[in-house]
Structure formats: structure tokens, C-alpha cells
């Protein structure tokens, strides 16, 4: 946890540097005002596309205007389950985890969604506004029966307070910074047009805040600071820790969710069938 008491000097550093953009307007979701807002607000070269910042977030302009429908049109439920993650954090394994955790009563391991479906099928992040396949708006995710198993790549302050106050349930998954990094940069470089942006930028920039959902930092303590106030209600999980002992943190996130194993799962080995259907030997073969 070390990297997170670097980030809390880090956060009283930048105070100053973000406080004259944290006064924005209310969100209100209608198309031309969101257009007008987003025209309004401070703009910085990206690592692949220039990123907007809103309310001292760096998003892409579309995300924006996702933001301002999920702050308006998003009712988190009293049993929702929301998966958080900062991009390149882990956000595939813990959508598979938690899939097939709160679901193993229905599929049989033989047969599995995951063994056909990408966890981004399967789990539906919130500010995706734009998903074909569900109709392009917030009525998918309306529609879902409870609970409903959700994901998001927003901080805690974007999303709608009453996230806080309903009593759902959220899984925050963090990884080393410097694997973190690594991996934004590899990406952010397979969707940017033109020039490569080179390592030493990427990093000037990230240390800076400016990336894609950051600055970085501020993304983690918002969720470790709420795991801290809520134990009972938000889950603050290292990615390092997972990996290390995946079997320990199936029961650990089973627990925490309300879907214990049983000792008699736990004799038959359903929590190590669990452990392996999200192995990544198996979501690796998984189509996109």
C-alpha cells in the first residue's frame, strides 16, 4: 500500500493546481446541453485523442456527455453490484470473477458463458452509453433484472451520489502503477492515429494527471477513502494480491457480495472451479 501513501502527498500537492476548475456546471442530459458544456470546458492533448476535463476529470469528449446521462438517468438499486476499475487495472478479470461468483448456481462450469463470451459481454459498464447490441441508451441497464452486476471506469465523483447512500455494493480493483501505466501506454497506442506517443511523454503526462479517467491518483483514494468509510459496502482489492492467491480472493469477494461458498462447494471444489474458469489461460482464448 505504499504506492497509495505516495498518492495521498501527491493529492495535497495538486490542490491548488485543481481547484479552479472544480466549480462545473450541473449536469442536465439534453443533447445541446451537453454540447455547449463540453465546448466550454478546459481541453489538453491526450495520449491518442484530446481529453476534455470535467469536474477535475480527464475524459474524452464523448464520455462527457455519457457522464452527464448516467449523473441524471442512472438510479443505482439498493442490491446493485458495481465493479470499479481505472482502465488497464484488471477490469476483464474482475467482471469474469464476479460473474461467475454471483452466478454459479446457474451455469454449470462445463458450459459456461465465459468459456464463449468476453466478461465485457456479459457485464455492462455503465457510462458505455453507445452499445448497439442494447439500444444504444440507459434503458438496458434499467431494464436489467436485480441485482444487477455492473461495471465502471468513472471515479466515485462522477457517478451519481446516491451510489453512496442506497446501500449497493462495490468492488474496487487497483493494480501497481507501473504496470498500470504500461499497459495505457501499449494501448493508447494501438487506437492513436499517426506517431506513436513516445514512453517518456506518456509518463510526463501521467504524472501530470492528464490521461485517459484521470489523474490516476485521484482515481484510487477516492475509492480506497470510501472502502475506509464503508467497509461494509465497498471492497478496496489489489490486483498483485489476486494474482498471488486468486483461491483466497474468490472466497473473499464471494463473502463480501453475499454469495458465500458453502463447505460443501468448498469440499466439491466449486470455488476452485471458479478459480480456473477465469484463469487467464481461459479468458485469453475468449474472442472479442
Not at 33 to 42: E, F, G
Not at 64 to 79: G, Y
Not at 211 to 224: A, E, I, V
Request: aromatic share 10%.
Amino acid at each position: 500500500m505504499n504506492f497509495l501513501i505516495v498518492s495521498i502527498i501527491m493529492e495535497q500537492s495538486g490542490t491548488e493546481e485543481s481547484s479552479e476548475n472544480s466549480q462545473q456546471p450541473a449536469p442536465i442530459s439534453s443533447e445541446s446541453y451537453s454540447d455547449n458544456l463540453v465546448a466550454t470546458l478546459p481541453t489538453s492533448e491526450g495520449w491518442s485523442t484530446r481529453l476534455t476535463l470535467f469536474k477535475n476529470c480527464w475524459l474524452r469528449a464523448y464520455m462527457v456527455k455519457n457522464c452527464l446521462l448516467v449523473q441524471d438517468n442512472f438510479k443505482p438499486r439498493s442490491d446493485d453490484i458495481i465493479l470499479a476499475t481505472h482502465p488497464k487495472c484488471g477490469t476483464t478479470w474482475l467482471k469474469a470473477l464476479a460473474f461467475a461468483i454471483t452466478n454459479r448456481s446457474r451455469y454449470a462450469f462445463a458450459d459456461h458463458p465465459l468459456l464463449k463470451k468476453n466478461p465485457h459481454k456479459v457485464v455492462t459498464i455503465i457510462e458505455a452509453k453507445f452499445i448497439s447490441e442494447h439500444g444504444g441508451d440507459l434503458d438496458y441497464i434499467e431494464s436489467l433484472p436485480s441485482p444487477r452486476l455492473l461495471a465502471t471506469h468513472l471515479p466515485l465523483s462522477l457517478l451519481p451520489p446516491t451510489v453512496s447512500t442506497v446501500g449497493c455494493k462495490i468492488v474496487y480493483l487497483c493494480r501497481e502503477p507501473k504496470d498500470a501505466f504500461t499497459s495505457m501506454w501499449h494501448f493508447e497506442n494501438r487506437i492513436r492515429k499517426g506517431d506513436p506517443i513516445s514512453l517518456e511523454k506518456a509518463f510526463t503526462m501521467f504524472c501530470e494527471g492528464c490521461s485517459s479517467f484521470g489523474p490516476f491518483w485521484d482515481h484510487y483514494l477516492q475509492y480506497w477513502k470510501e472502502s475506509l468509510a464503508r467497509p461494509k459496502e465497498v471492497l478496496f482489492l489489489m490486483y498483485e494480491e489476486i494474482k498471488c492467491d486468486p483461491l483466497m480472493a474468490v472466497r473473499k469477494i464471494a463473502s463480501f457480495l453475499g454469495f458465500p461458498f458453502t463447505k460443501e462447494e468448498e469440499s466439491a471444489g466449486v470455488d476452485k472451479e471458479v478459480v480456473r474458469l477465469c484463469s487467464f489461460k481461459v479468458l485469453r482464448r475468449l474472442v472479442t
